[in-house]
């Protein structure tokens, strides 16, 4: 049984259970009079989440998780797509190991998802990279009950591997006859004034609400947008396109660091909800 043991417990989010506990409880009881749980009630394909440390993303990450924890709908597998920061690994990449561990206890990956998706394996690509790692204690924090993750980081961020990744997720969740949940890991601007960054983040947010995968990539390219997740952010697009005929995008809460520490040079954060009526 091969374990990936947390690589930024205690950085980006606290070291133990208590402590998590303590600070997300904090920050649900400050955002819940905000929260739309009438999206509970909606069939949730998945949603772009945040991942900078959680004393400056989880005010926009938790609208999001605490919609799940309301849902009518029980979830088998988190598929949670995140960019790689780190350089190691190749395009798209699984990981090696059985469990993922975090303060709370050990995760299962679903092997038989990875099984059917026919992409390399790859523990140096997951084992230093935080943008799917501070997803998995929002999930233990908000849900009560069992399920597994499927890790996928991308290092090769276009439409076509994100094309390649939804298709290949869509194809497995037939197969496998699964509730599968998309988490598409990212923030967005980085180090920018938060005007300057919340006019350029709405040039993707607003290619984004139309499904426009190639927008995404043009708006990130062409204007330098330092979007960091913008390849999860395909792949979500895509994957909701293949669910449904019919998918709904929500932005659940827009933010950035200098609420918390201000600052002229801020990271910005969203939280974005893919469902269906």
Known sequence: M?????????????GTKNEIDLQLTQILLKEKPFINLELADKKIIGAVVPHAGYMFSAYQAIHFFEILKNSFQRFDTFVIVNPNHTGYGS?????????????????????????QLDFPES?????????????V???QFSLEYPFRIAPITLSKQNPKNARLLAEAIKKAKQKLVK???????????????????????????????????????????????????????MTLIEYAKRFSGNPQVKVLKIGHSGEVIPSD?????????????
């Open 265 to 277: 040079e801020v990271v910005d954060y969203v939280s974005i909800l893919f469902y269906e009526d």
């Open 2 to 14: 091969k374990i990936r043991h947390p690589s930024v417990a205690g950085r980006f989010y606290p």
């Open 179 to 233: 509730n599968i949940c998309i988490i598409a890991s990212s923030d967005f601007s980085h180090y920018v004034d938060p005007n300057e960054g919340k006019q350029i983040d709405s040039y993707v947010i607003d290619r984004i609400l139309q499904f426009d995968t190639e927008g995404v990539f043009r708006e990130v390219q062409d204007k330098k947008i330092s979007v960091c997740g913008y390849g999860p952010i």
């Open 123 to 135: 523990a140096d690509a997951h084992a230093y990279e935080h943008s799917g790692e501070v997803m």
């Open 137 to 139: 204690p929002l999930l």
């Open 91 to 115: 395009g798209i990449d699984l990981d090696e190991n059985d469990y993922w561990e975090t303060p709370y206890g050990k995760v299962e990956i679903d092997r038989e998802l990875y099984d």
